[in-house]
């Protein structure tokens, strides 16, 4: 009784302690942070295909490959869940994958290969908040397609990955002239999927990017976005309190946007990634916050019940 009773109480403790967790990154041990794809969760799946695909043009374009989602369930991060929709199939992505030249630019730093100045964190701050393209460049041109690459491709993160259908990737200056490096797969200049784009939130959440130090970093610099479409324009409405982690991108008919939402409560701790080639896409993205959120209210409840 008395083993059982403290088994119970280590249990509780350890639940306890990740829903009082108030600030990311999020305090777990390195071995409780799981591979994405050993998160994916079929009752999810399923859920999140149901209610898109109630949406006659939604259907559309994701049966056309036009249109690709991808949420993480970060209610209790020690049971994370995972579903995606073209989860693997990438798109051009616009200003999103800057994200990589953060990280990319991080890793340089830790490394001694950057010096770490003023100038270079109100570039990394002005080419994520405001996606500056100018500011992008810069970062581009003192780092080198090659590192980029080397970052993306390394096998600590695997965030392109040909076996698994790209990923993310920077092959071109946001100013345009210069030399590019665009991917093997599909000789896109800038692309991402969903999977690889909620891989890389969900590592950075759980400090796993460089080292929790600089995973600290980024996501202080990735949040209070400044620019309020897409989804922060929803967010905004439906969870003001709620701190967002955020990198969107659009070029013609291609929208993108990514976002880490982290509620005071528990129940509204999520990431989401959509990538959408359509021109209505930013107000695709503006409406799919909320059946989002109807989709993971539904799973936890179905948990509850169980």
């Known amino acids: 009784m008395g083993n059982r009773l403290y088994l119970f109480m ?24 799981k591979p994405l794809a050993s998160l994916a969760s079929t ?8 209610e898109l695909m109630s949406n006659p043009k939604w259907k559309a374009l994701m049966k056309n490959r036009k249109m690709a989602v991808g949420i993480v369930d970060l209610k209790n991060p020690e049971e994370a869940k995972y ?11 616009a200003s999103l994958p800057k994200i990589a030249i953060l990280l990319s630019s991080m890793d340089a730093l830790e490394k001694g290969e950057l010096k770490d100045n003023q100038t270079i964190r109100e570039d990394m701050r002005l080419m ?21 690459q080397s970052v993306m ?11 698994r259908g790209g990923g993310l990737w920077v092959g071109k200056r946001y100013g345009g002239g210069g030399a590019t490096n665009r991917e093997p797969l599909k000789n896109l200049s800038h692309a991402a999927t969903v999977n690889q784009v ?18 600290k970093q980024m996501l202080d610099i990735m949040g209070d976005p400044e620019l309020h479409h897409k989804f922060v324009n929803t967010l905004d409405v439906i969870a003001p309190s709620a701190k967002l982690y955020r990198k969107s991108g659009s070029w013609r ?3 993108s946007d990514s976002v880490l939402v982290w509620g005071k409560n528990p ?6 990634v959509a990538l959408i080639d359509d021109e209505s896409g930013e107000q695709i993205i503006r409406d799919l916050v909320k059946p989002v959120e109807k989709v993971l209210r539904a799973g936890r409840a179905q948990v509850a019940n169980n």
């Open 10 to 33: 280590l249990t509780f403790l350890s639940v306890m302690g990740i829903y009082a967790q108030k600030e990311l990154p999020i305090k777990v041990r390195d071995s409780q942070v």
């Open 43 to 50: 009752s999810l799946q399923q859920s999140l295909e149901r």
């Open 83 to 93: 579903a995606s929709i073209n989860g693997n199939y990438m798109m051009y992505a």
């Open 128 to 148: 994520i908040s405001k996606s500056s393209n100018a500011a992008s460049t810069r970062m581009i041109d003192r780092l080198g397609y090659d590192k980029i």
């Open 153 to 163: 491709t390394d096998p600590k993160y695997k965030f392109y990955d040909e076996e």
């Open 198 to 215: 909620c891989r890389y939130y969900y590592l950075l959440a759980n400090g796993q990017l460089v080292n929790r130090e600089r995973s």
């Open 253 to 255: 008919n291609f929208h």
């Open 267 to 272: 129940n509204r701790r999520y990431i989401l």
